[in-house]
């Protein structure tokens, strides 16, 4: 219920994209959001408010002039016990009329009213949206503080290829929740890794660990969210990158530990979430290991470099966070961890209980001692972290 108790508008324009709009409803709701829809004469030809009275639970507005809102002041009534007024999709049409203060219809009238931040998610054919007139009009609707949900690029209903697909529901859901999250971390950069690392035997085998990635990309979103700016270093994993999130793919621990030697400088946080393997082969084959070459064979390993204490090592060295998956003794295990890397700040959890699953159960262990955060969703325990974090940064907290 990441939205409980928020009050959205969501507004509708035409377009074949309007679909989406029933499965954001769907998702605000279920968010615990209050959504009142409104759609234009246009929208309703692409899904019916039928559709939308269903999913929301409320009435579904169309007429400027209806007549169930007194003194036909729609444009007022609808609009002021808002907090965020969403279109999606949000037509070439309906951005040039926004961005030109034009009040037409219902929709545009009450966004020009409103009090509230406006989000649009535009959905158009590549050259409407590509076209001087609708970059223009986007240009000035971002100056005039109007927050933008996509386009997207990929294929489109008419048969064309490129930008203007609007975004799918879950990616504007994110960026909604995102965007009432508090903004702790204006200003702060953060560095983050996540995932595994693959370290070759030959050309088509690996050591590697157990790690979905998750939980890295859960910390990343986080601190965009709260206002952060964020560099993602990735090993391999199938995982959406975080809207905002400048994501860096590597493969090894020593590709990983070039990329954050190179930007470790100028962050004020650096969180090692990534399940770094402790060992690589000392020399890995050219060719594929035949099977018979494999019986009785022996791999000699050396030790990877250890990114997290490397960091912390540093002069001027960052806020440094660590991550410990552990198996059994998690608290002496965590505090001696926390310990030896010369961090202030260490979250650990039992790896059996998180690896591969969408949720997690952390407890965060610095100076004061242990801080469990419950078990929930991966994202929620990011949050969080990242407000532990951002209290620890402003009492300025970076002792070892």
């Known amino acids: ?93 309906f951005m040039a009329k926004v961005a030109q203060g034009l009040a037409d219809d219902l929709l545009s009238t009450l966004v020009l009213a409103r009090r509230c931040p406006l989000l649009l998610a535009p959905a158009m054919n590549v050259e409407m949206w590509q076209s001087a007139a609708t970059r223009r009009n986007a240009k000035t ?31 504007i859901l994110a960026l909604i929740e995102g965007g009432f999250q508090p903004k702790r971390l204006a200003g702060k950069r953060f560095l983050v890794t996540a995932g595994p690392t693959e370290e070759p035997i030959d050309p088509v085998r690996v050591i590697t660990n157990s ?81 018979g070459e494999r019986e009785g064979m022996v791999i000699e390993m050396e030790r990877n470099p250890d990114i997290l204490a490397w960091a912390a090592a540093q002069k001027n060295a960052p806020f440094c966070v660590g991550f410990a998956a552990e198996s059994e003794n998690l608290a002496a295990n965590a505090k001696a961890k926390r310990r030896k890397k010369g961090i202030p700040l260490l979250a650990a959890n039992l790896a059996q209980k998180a690896l591969g699953s969408d949720e997690n159960a952390l407890t965060l262990y610095d100076e004061r001692g242990a801080h469990p955060l419950g078990r929930g969703p991966k994202l929620e325990q990011a949050r969080k972290l990242v407000a532990h974090v951002a209290a620890m940064l402003r009492s300025g907290k970076k002792a070892r």
């Open 211 to 291: 790690s979905s990635g998750k939980m890295g990309y859960a910390v990343a979103r986080a601190a965009r969210e709260a206002g952060a700016g964020v560099v993602l270093v990735s090993g391999p994993v199938a995982l959406e990158t975080p809207e905002g999130v400048q994501r860096i793919n590597v493969r090894s621990a020593a590709q990983m530990f070039g990329e954050v030697k190179a930007r470790l400088k100028g962050c004020d946080v650096f969180v090692s979430v990534a399940a770094v393997a402790d060992f690589r082969p000392k020399k890995a084959a050219r060719q594929k290991i035949k099977k």
């Open 1 to 93: 219920m990441t939205l409980k108790g928020k009050k959205i508008l969501l507004g509708l324009t035409g377009g074949v994209a309007a679909y989406k709009a029933a499965e954001l409803a769907r998702g605000l709701v279920k968010a615990g959001a209050n959504v009142r829809a409104v759609m234009t004469k246009s929208a309703a030809k692409f899904v019916t408010p039928t559709t939308l009275q269903a999913l929301t639970g409320q009435e579904v507005w169309i007429d400027l002039w209806d007549k169930r809102v007194p003194d036909a002041m729609g444009h007022i009534e609808l609009s002021r016990d808002r907090d965020l007024i969403v279109v999606a999709p949000a037509s070439a049409n």
């Open 141 to 171: 609707l971002a100056a005039d503080g109007v927050l933008f949900a996509g386009p997207a690029a990929g294929d489109q209903a008419c048969g064309e290829v490129g930008m203007g697909r609007m975004l799918e529901p879950g990616q």
